[in-house]
T-cell receptor
Framework: RKEVEQDPGPFNVPEGATVAFNCTYS??????FFWYRQDCRKEPKLLMS???SGNEDGRFTAQLNRASQYISLLIRDSKLSDSATYLC???????????FGTGTQLKVEL | EPEVTQTPSHQVTQMGQEVILRCVPI?????FYWYRQILGQKVEFLVS????????KSEIFDDQFSVERPDGSNFTLKIRSTKLEDSAMYFC????????????FGQGTRLTVV
């Protein structure tokens, strides 16, 4: 069973649209979750941490549902510059490792 | 803004050769990591390093791999005898505190084994 699972997409949306990604995880004991963004052939960059209470950062909102073991990312008023792959990441373990999903590709179009 | 830096950005090596990938983590960070990403695949954990020793490693991190922190700033990944399947982007990362914290990644070294 995959540890972190995401729909690979691509999601093609017009500029200004709202788009949501979901991700499921298998380890019920996981404590930390993150969304990273990865542009083509670049390093993953932290977008936001995901807390049990959920959190918002500008146009981005992340939610955690522990009962169903999924996290979500909502992007409002999408911009062309939001086009990237969004990586769902689970953190923790003895070595503090991060476990990445395969990523969801977003393409924002004019 | 502090950042993780990696050198070289691209390394081409012949199969069977040894390579050393270098990283300078963010200066006040305590945990250091190596990840790799084969083209078109997901980012995979290799190893984490804390307090001058390996704290966790994956199945990928076999005897061909080793890590070292030779001084107060550098963190290196050595692959002793490279194989074609070692071709990937290798990312170094670091994080500030022990648990449940985000990691910051370097720009990566693209390793091509021919």
């Amino acid at each position: 069973r995959k540890e972190v699972e995401q729909d690979p997409g691509p999601f093609n949306v017009p500029e200004g649209a709202t788009v949501a990604f979901n991700c499921t995880y298998s380890n019920s004991a996981s404590q930390s979750f993150f969304w990273y963004r990865q542009d083509c052939r670049k390093e993953p960059k932290l977008l936001m941490s995901v807390y049990s209470s959920g959190n918002e950062d500008g146009r981005f909102t992340a939610q955690l549902n522990r009962a169903s073991q999924y996290i979500s990312l909502l992007i409002r008023d999408s911009k062309l510059s939001d086009s990237a792959t969004y990586l769902c990441v689970e953190g923790g373990g003895g070595g503090n490792k991060l476990t990445f999903g395969t990523g969801t590709q977003l393409k924002v179009e004019l | 803004e502090p950042e993780v830096t990696q050198t070289p950005s691209h390394q081409v090596t012949q199969m069977g050769q040894e390579v050393i990938l270098r990283c300078v983590p963010i200066s006040n960070h305590l945990y250091f990591y190596w990840y790799r990403q084969i083209l078109g695949q997901k980012v995979e954990f290799l190893v984490s390093f804390y307090n001058n020793e390996i704290s966790e490693k994956s199945e990928i991190f076999d005897d061909q791999f080793s890590v070292e922190r030779p001084d107060g700033s550098n963190f290196t990944l050595k692959i002793r005898s490279t194989k074609l399947e070692d071709s990937a982007m290798y990312f170094c990362a670091s994080s500030a505190v022990q648990r449940n914290t985000e990691a910051f990644f370097g720009q990566g070294t693209r390793l091509t084994v021919v």
